[in-house]
Structures are given as structure tokens and as C-alpha cells.
């Protein structure tokens, strides 16, 4: 089948035939229609005269219709199909449709659905043939255009209206509607929504501990399709938070995760683990230092057993990162994923907003059902303050980051600003958002010789 033979053109001209003669019929069709179904741009002009005279309140027929295109520069190239549209209203055929006005509208989305599958597809033949284009970012593109498709095919034309002429066809629809009664959808997740409670319920939890009793209790652990950011300027710990939380998620409770890590080796993330895990001063480590050896063995020795998944391929798009996370996912069960630096990668294509990469992830945490912690900077001004406490407004990527996240937490040490501060050791942890929650505070351990966090005794802060 051509393209062309996609275009519905009897449902388009009987669509616009119909709102002519009834503009009240717009209040319904508006919600959940795009202009761009039309298949011709002409149509598409009609439409737009139509639903703003609408919007304005004011009734039309075929000459208001036709000055309200004058007045918008379109009307010469109109003429044809507005003589057109004005014989199906005047005639009986436009009620022929009437009756059954949902059904022409969802027509009409279909067709519109259906040129959007065909031209992917020809974009796919077209591209699968470039030997310059990788494979998994073909594969990682379309997937995302086929779900886009997915999605306004979910959408469909609902009203009060239409379920009752289909009523009056029969009880098909109401068959149908049944399935996403919130009756029906109790009954089905209530099961597994007990389960999970009972299995959780002695630990306050319905997601995977961090290991932090303190960060625990406030969060529940970290959920399955949340997206986490943990934000703070250089120096505050961020990267030493997530390997501890690893070590606590991989190597204790034996259940795997991976790290996607665009600024360290796989090298230094075993060593500062290895440190963190058995107490050892990681400076003196890296320079050779004898003392601590012992415990650098044992710690070795352990780490063998932990269930992570470290990458240091600093050469990865975030297409890499989807697939290498769905086949880990898929042959390792991974719980989640870490990811640190992904400023990186989106330095190397400035035309992509930050907010492209944010709803990549929470995509990926929801279609996957993993966590997803993402490691975020904040802007330089930050510093410039005097209380350099982080705030919402500081994250780098706006609102459209803030927006995608579940939880964002930001980490404030106050001694890396002050050396002489009397809050040695404290890390202050603010949960600046929680998407089922009020915003808390609390406080985490910090010893940065060996780069371990723990949990503070009086940790609470109200």
C-alpha cells in the first residue's frame, strides 16, 4: 500500500463537513486531535479557522468560515476544498456521518497514524542501508518514534457522547471499557501490592535498602522506575555516596547493579570501594603506602563476590546505555543503574536539551522497571553565595530535569567551604524533592580519607 492510499480523504472532508454544521461538536473533537492528522496542509488551515472562531465563541457557516481565511492570507488556496466540505454539510450525506462522529474522527487519527508508521519505515530501509549510521542507534531511534506512535494510538476519542451511540450499536464498548474500570485494576494489582507489603513491611521499605537506615526510612529505598538525582557541587561526595550504596546493594545484599561511570576507570572505582569497604586511607593506597595492605587484600577478596557491573566506556551515547542496561537487565536481573559524569555525553551534541537525556532515563527506569540514580552538577553560582546550601533552581538542565525525577537529593558539605567548621564529618543530605513526599532533611557520616559514608548518630534534622 502507498502512502497515498493511507489518506482518508472521505473521513477528512466528512470530519470538517460535520463541524460546520455542528460547531458545538468541536467542544469534544479538540481534547484529543491534532491538527497535524490532516493529510493536506489546506485542511489543516481550515481547522485552525475553524477552532478559533470556535474558541472565540462565535457561531460560523461557510462565509464567516471564508473571511475568517482571508483574514489569515489562506484563502485562495482553499476554495476548492471549502466549496467541497460546504456541499457535503448542505447535503444529507455529512448526517450519514453524524450519527457516528467518533468514528470518522478516529478515522481520521488512523490514517494520520498510519502515514507516521509508513514514513518511519521508510526511514529505517533508508538508514539500515548507511553504513556510517550505527546499528544501535537505529535501533534505539526507532524504538523511540515506534513507542511516540504508541502512545497517540493510546490516546483515541473518548467522550460521554460516543459511548452512547456505541451503546445504542450494542454493549462492545462497555466490554472493552470494563478492562480499565479502577474496580477491574484493583482487583488485578491488589495481589501483588499485598505481596510486595507483606514482604516489606517490617523494614518500612518497598524499594531496594541504600544500606542507610536514616536515608532509608524517609525514602523507602530506592524504587523500581523512580529516577534519583543526587546533586551537589564538586567536593560534596556524590561519587563516594553511590559506591557506598553499591557495596551495600551488590556486595551484602547479592543483588546486582551496574555503574556507568564517564569519569573514573573501573581501576580507581574497585580501589576507592576497596578503601571505603576496609577503612583505608585511599591517598596513602594510590601512593604506594604499606600500612593497610592486609585490609586491601581482604577487601579484594570480598569485592569478588559482589554483584556489580562497572563500565568505563567513555566512548558511550546514551543509546549505548539503554541497550547495554536492557541486556543486563534481561541476562543479569539488575536491580538498577548508577550513573556518573552523563554531562559528558551531553557535550558532545549541544543541540540536545538536557531534558532529552532526562526523559531517556525515566523511560528506561519505567519501561524496565529498575531504579535509575543519576549524578548531577550544579551551576558555578552556587559558590558565589554565602549560604551555599543547593537548591532546586541550582540544578543544571532546569525544570525539565526536576520535572522527570521522583527524588532529587542534594549533598552540602560544610567544612570543604570551611576548613575550621565544627561539623566535622557531616554530611547534610536535603531531600529537595520526593514525588510522594515532604521535602526532609537529615545528616550522613562523611570520612573522606577513606571515602566511606555511614549513618549519623541524632541524624534527623526538622
Known amino acids: 500500500m502507498t502512502k497515498e492510499n493511507l489518506i482518508q480523504n472521505d473521513q477528512e472532508d466528512a470530519m470538517l463537513s460535520i463541524i460546520l454544521r455542528d460547531n458545538g461538536i468541536l ?14 496542509p489546506q485542511k ?34 482553499v476554495n476548492g476544498y471549502l466549496e467541497r ?21 478516529n478515522a481520521v487519527r488512523e490514517g494520520a497514524l498510519r502515514r507516521k508508521l509508513n514514513d518511519l519505515g521508510e526511514k529505517i530501509l533508508s538508514e539500515t542501508n548507511n553504513p ?8 534505539s531511534e526507532s524504538e523511540s518514534e515506534i513507542k511516540d506512535i504508541t502512545i497517540e494510538m493510546g490516546k483515541g476519542i473518548e467522550s460521554s457522547s460516543a459511548q452512547e451511540l456505541h451503546r445504542k450499536k450494542g454493549d462492545q464498548l462497555n466490554e472493552l471499557a470494563e478492562i480499565n474500570r479502577p474496580n477491574k485494576l484493583f482487583e488485578r494489582q491488589y495481589p501483588e501490592v499485598e505481596k510486595l507489603c507483606k514482604e516489606q513491611i517490617e523494614r518500612n521499605l518497598v524499594g531496594i535498602p541504600t544500606g542507610f537506615s536514616t536515608l532509608d526510612s524517609y ?29 551495600n546493594i551488590g556486595l551484602y545484599q547479592k543483588k546486582p547493579v551496574a555503574l556507568f561511570d564517564f569519569e573514573s576507570s573501573v581501576q580507581d572505582t574497585m580501589l576507592a570501594m576497596i578503601c571505603s569497604l576496609k577503612r583505608l586511607n585511599y591517598k596513602e593506597i594510590r601512593e604506594g603506602v604499606i600500612r593497610g595492605w592486609e585490609g586491601f587484600g581482604e577487601g579484594s577478596g570480598m569485592m569478588k563476590d559482589a554483584e556489580l557491573h562497572l563500565c568505563d566506556n567513555h566512548n ?21 543503574i548508577f550513573i556518573d559524569n552523563l554531562e559528558s555525553l551531553q557535550g558532545r551534541d549541544p543541540n540536545l536539551p538536557s531534558s532529552y537525556f532526562s526523559h531517556r532515563l525515566k523511560d528506561l527506569a519505567v519501561e524496565e522497571d529498575i531504579f535509575v540514580v543519576r ?22 538542565g532546569g525544570g525539565a530535569v526536576e520535572s522527570d525525577a521522583d527524588c532529587i537529593l542534594f549533598l552540602y558539605r560544610d567544612e570543604y567551604y570551611n576548613p575550621d567548621s565544627k561539623d566535622k564529618e557531616l554530611c547534610e543530605v536535603d531531600i529537595a524533592k520526593r514525588r510522594w513526599g515532604s521535602r526532609e532533611k537529615m545528616k550522613l557520616k562523611f570520612i573522606k580519607e577513606c571515602m566511606r559514608f555511614e549513618d549519623y548518630p541524632d541524624s534527623v534534622q526538622k
Not at 551551576?379 to 533552581?393: T, Y
Request: include cysteine.
Open 219 to 247: 525514602l523507602g529505598g530506592l524504587k523500581h522506575s523512580h529516577l534519583t538525582i543526587i546533586g551537589g557541587r564538586p567536593g560534596m561526595g556524590k561519587t563516594s555516596l553511590i559506591r557506598n550504596i553499591m557495596i
Open 44 to 77: 489543516q488551515e481550515i481547522y485552525k479557522a475553524m477552532l478559533s472562531l470556535y474558541e472565540e465563541r462565535e457561531p460560523f457557516d461557510l462565509k464567516i468560515l471564508k473571511t475568517r481565511l482571508e483574514e489569515r492570507d489562506y484563502h485562495d488556496n
Open 375 to 396: 549524578l548531577s552538577p550544579l551551576v558555578q553560582e552556587v559558590d558565589k553565595r554565602n549560604d551555599k546550601r543547593p537548591k532546586l533552581s541550582d540544578l543544571t
Open 27 to 40: 467542544n469534544e473533537i479538540t481534547k484529543r486531535f491534532d491538527v497535524s492528522y490532516f493529510s493536506s
Open 132 to 139: 556510517g549510521k550505527k546499528l544501535v542507534d537505529l535501533v
Open 316 to 336: 558511550l551515547n546514551i543509546n549505548d546505555i539503554i541497550c547495554k542496561t536492557r541486556s543486563l537487565k534481561k541476562d543479569r536481573g539488575i536491580e538498577g
Open 85 to 105: 466540505i460546504n456541499n457535503l454539510a448542505e447535503s444529507g450525506y455529512s448526517n450519514l456521518y453524524l450519527k457516528d462522529v467518533w468514528r470518522v474522527v
